[in-house]
Nanobody, 123 residues
Framework: QVQLVESGGGSVQAGGSLRLSCAAS????????MGWFRQAPGKEREEVAT????????YYAEFVEGRFTISQDNAKNTLYLQMNSLKPEDTAMYYC????????????????WGQGTQVTVSS
């Protein structure tokens, strides 16, 4: 059983910060990808940031680079997303994904997803 449980979402004003956490169980971080995705009502899911557990390589979507930082703690099997300088357009449900494949220097085909944590940014 692989389970992913997100936490840390909430409501903040523009310019504020949030730290999202994803607690994983049922496996250990090793030579695979984890990532954060988001989806706002009426919009398609967007990739926010991913990290390759085997090499510590990270990828950020263009619209979040410079504001967000993805990291993981292998000892605790926990993934994090530190979000600073939040904007109203960051409002969405944020999902944690795990067991992705590292292909072509990118993380793809994630096999497991969390239930999501809501992030709301007001102007």
């Amino acid at each position: 059983q692989v389970q992913l449980v997100e936490s840390g979402g909430g409501s903040v004003q523009a310019g504020g910060s949030l730290r999202l956490s994803c607690a994983a169980s049922g496996y250990t971080y090793s030579s695979s990808c984890m990532g954060w995705f988001r989806q706002a009502p009426g919009k398609e899911r967007e990739e926010v940031a991913t990290i390759y557990s085997g090499g510590g390589r990270t990828y950020y979507a263009e619209f979040v680079e410079g504001r967000f930082t993805i990291s993981q703690d292998n000892a605790k099997n926990t993934l994090y997303l530190q979000m600073n300088s939040l904007k109203p357009e960051d409002t969405a449900m944020y999902y944690c994904a795990a067991v992705g494949l590292w292909i072509g220097n990118r993380c793809v085909d994630f096999g497991y997803w969390g239930q999501g944590t809501q992030v709301t940014v007001s102007s």
